[in-house]
T-cell receptor, first 112, second 115 residues
Framework: AQSVSQHNHHVILSEAASLELGCNYS??????LFWYVQYPGQHLQLLLK??????LVKGIKGFEAEFIKSKFSFNLRKPSVQWSDTAEYFC??????????FGAGTRLTVKP | EAQVTQNPRYLITVTGKKLTVTCSQN?????MSWYRQDPGLGLRQIYY???????DKGDVPEGYKVSRKEKRNFPLILESPSPNQTSLYFC??????????????FGPGTRLLVL
């Protein structure tokens, strides 16, 4: 079964700083990749997803992620974070067996 | 509005007192799932259902039951809750099983405290 690793547990940035959250997965076959965001007290919302094609995927709110197959990675990026980006971010992987696996999450705190 | 709803949103109970958390979706989705979210562990799947009357265990099914009598509802039942079931629970739905590209939609979560 596939597994997902998010190495950063808590990231603290100042507004306007650039963001990169790491996500690595272990699965040798075809995967579908997702990033979800959970704002304080709210449910998970889809930020972006990758199925095939261009490995650079653009999502909502200025986020993007790059799929690097050789590194089994799907890192999330944003050039300039805002205080409103404070949230928890989850990477998820779905293989062809349709099972969805989530990473442990990365808590992002943006200081105003 | 397309959504997944859960009730209650917050619940405090005592060990051994049976409880049910309801989940309902209005998107005519076939696939539904329950997760629990614990600090440092992310979301772990408890049970899922591919369609009406079809359910199966996820990664952490012990202590839980589910049923899928109707397409829109997927209640989570704790027959005899224990303190280690204190957690944040999410219900999710997806259009169809077997389509990995489908997005899962999540409910607002139910925060459960078992004393």
């Amino acid at each position: 079964a596939q597994s997902v690793s998010q190495h950063n547990h808590h990231v603290i940035l100042s507004e306007a700083a650039s963001l990169e959250l790491g996500c690595n997965y272990s699965y040798g076959g075809t995967v579908n990749l997702f990033w979800y965001v959970q704002y304080p007290g709210q449910h998970l919302q889809l930020l972006l997803k990758y199925f095939s094609g261009d490995p650079l995927v653009k999502g909502i709110k200025g986020f993007e992620a790059e799929f690097i197959k050789s590194k089994f990675s799907f890192n999330l990026r944003k050039p300039s974070v805002q205080w409103s980006d404070t949230a928890e971010y989850f990477c998820a992987v779905k293989a062809n067996n349709n099972d969805m696996r989530f990473g442990a999450g990365t808590r992002l705190t943006v200081k105003p | 509005e397309a959504q997944v709803t859960q009730n209650p949103r917050y619940l405090i109970t005592v060990t051994g007192k049976k409880l049910t958390v309801t989940c309902s979706q209005n998107m005519n989705h076939e696939y539904m799932s329950w997760y629990r979210q614990d600090p440092g562990l992310g979301l772990r799947q408890i049970y899922y259902s591919m369609n009406v009357e079809v359910t199966d265990k996820g990664d952490v099914p012990e202590g839980y039951k589910v049923s899928r009598k109707e397409k829109r509802n997927f209640p989570l039942i704790l027959e005899s809750p224990s303190p280690n079931q204190t957690s944040l629970y999410f219900c999710a739905s997806q259009k169809r099983w077997g389509e990995p590209q489908e997005t899962q939609y999540f409910g607002p979560g139910t925060r459960l405290l078992v004393l």
